[in-house]
């Protein structure tokens, strides 16, 4: 039977939903135009007052927000509560410029716990599970998000954190772990340690995995799910609109549930900035409606995705988006061909390959090269060089025909490609060193 955290809310009828938006959209568009002098600026530049926003059919009217404001108001200058009412903050690295400040009241941190309370609920969670999280803890909103989420729920929230593979492995065992929480490739990481340390798995107790902050692809999902005999669950979220919990997966896992009853997604033309009708591809942005501290509206996340607003099978409301086919700043562009790193991926496991791979781009007398480098098992890596050559080949014409790009395949011994205990490093673009 579906689980849920606040049946009410998660089922209420679409009209309810949109009473909320309106609502709430209307209240934190005052409180940012009266509190944070940097929004009430770029509204009076878009020629707004808050009158101007009746209900979400206006949302469309307000700017957007992008990083770049992130930066020029670094670090709190876009906060709308006094320091006094900030309960913690977190914050992302970015792999760009400057850090991402988001603050938090108890308020919000109340909220935050629901939202992953939810996720927690779909995947089957209860009082008596222990929730092994494996995000980071610190800054990174992974860890404490979902540490969050579990207490919220009464489950025994345990604070692994990430790294230290072999002590993961332990407290699977010694503890009795039921639910883990890390990146997909931690995930998978964890799940070749337990077959190289030669622990079968009933000797683990996992059911459910709740895997996000980062792309990954069915073909990944069931692999790890083999590899850690439990039910894999995505989950989405960004440090500047909460962390982990803006969208969930349900069981039935045909899209994350968006929490719209705190969040309102569009889809717009990431070059018009245009929204786009219901169910085409495009730029996700998201406005917060019930967040105290730090409320962003419309902020281009520059992830990439479609949103479904038919109802799901498991009784939820909120609409679904896809899992992002990968951020709009990760998409490399190959001699003038879009490439997602998560294409190269579905290749790679449908094919039967290992999900350790690295992508190297270069740019070689003006053109640009990408190499594909995959790691094989020791037996494929000791064939003959004429059987690896043809094998490596074989791989190359399969992405090509799929993405109509030329590449390099390369295989790699095992092991030679760093695993990730956080978010992996798929792309190494050696064209910015230039
Ligand atoms: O990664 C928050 C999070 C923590 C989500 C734990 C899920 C689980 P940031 O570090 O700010 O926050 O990175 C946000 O990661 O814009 C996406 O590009 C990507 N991302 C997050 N979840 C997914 C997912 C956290 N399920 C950025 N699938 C986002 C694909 C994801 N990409």
């Not at 909103?141 to 009464?154: D, K, M, N």
Request: one cysteine or more; a negative charge.
């Amino acid at each position: 039977m579906e689980q849920y955290w606040q049946k009410e809310i998660e089922t209420a009828s679409r009209e309810q939903l949109t009473a909320w938006q309106n609502e709430r959209l209307v209240n934190t568009v005052k409180r940012v135009y009266e509190n944070v002098p940097y929004y009430r600026a770029q509204m009076e530049k878009a020629g707004i007052t808050p009158d101007d926003i009746k209900s979400i059919d206006d949302l469309h009217k307000l700017p957007f927000t992008y990083k770049s404001d992130l930066r020029d108001t670094y670090p709190f200058g876009l906060f709308a509560v006094p320091m006094e009412q900030v309960a913690t903050m977190h914050a992302s690295s970015g792999t760009t410029g400057k850090q991402i400040v988001a603050g938090y009241t108890e308020n919000d941190l109340a909220i935050w716990g629901d939202i992953c309370a939810r996720q927690l609920a779909a995947v089957g969670c209860e009082k008596t599970d222990i929730v092994h999280v494996s995000y980071g803890y610190g800054l990174f909103t992974g860890g404490l998000g979902l540490h969050r989420g579990a207490r919220r729920i009464g489950a025994v929230a345990l604070p692994v954190s990430s790294g230290n593979t072999a002590r993961q492995l332990t407290i699977f065992q010694d503890f009795g772990s039921n639910i883990l929480c890390c990146t997909p490739s931690y995930a998978m990481y964890l799940g070749e340690s337990l077959e190289e340390a030669g622990i079968p798995l009933d000797k683990i107790k996992l059911k459910a995995g709740i895997f996000g902050a980062e792309p990954w692809t069915e073909e990944m999902r069931r692999m790890i799910e083999k590899k850690l005999g439990l039910k894999a669950y995505d989950i989405y979220g960004l440090t500047e609109i909460m962390g982990p919990g803006v969208a969930y997966e349900c069981s039935c896992q045909k899209g994350m549930h968006v929490n719209e009853d705190h969040f309102i997604i569009e889809v717009i033309d990431p070059d018009t900035g245009e929204v786009l009708p219901k169910g085409s591809e495009g730029e996700i942005v998201f406005s917060c409606i019930t967040k105290e501290a730090f409320p962003l509206l419309r902020y281009r996340t520059r992830d990439i995705g479609v949103v479904n607003y038919e109802t799901c099978e498991c009784g939820r409301t909120f609409c679904r988006m896809s899992k992002p086919r990968g951020r709009s700043d990760d998409m490399l562009i190959i001699r003038g061909v879009n490439v997602f790193p998560s294409q190269i991926e579905t290749v790679l496991m449908r094919e039967g390959h290992s999900p350790n791979y690295q992508l190297v781009v270069d740019r070689i007398n003006n053109l640009d090269t990408l190499e594909v480098k995959v790691e094989v098992t020791a037996d494929v890596f000791s064939d003959t060089v004429a059987n690896l050559t043809k094998a490596e080949k074989k791989l190359a014409d399969s992405i090509k025909s799929l993405l109509g790009v030329a590449v390099k395949v390369t295989f790699c011994a095992p092991n030679t490609i760093a695993r990730s205990t956080g978010k992996a490093v798929r792309v190494i673009d050696n064209r910015k060193l230039h």
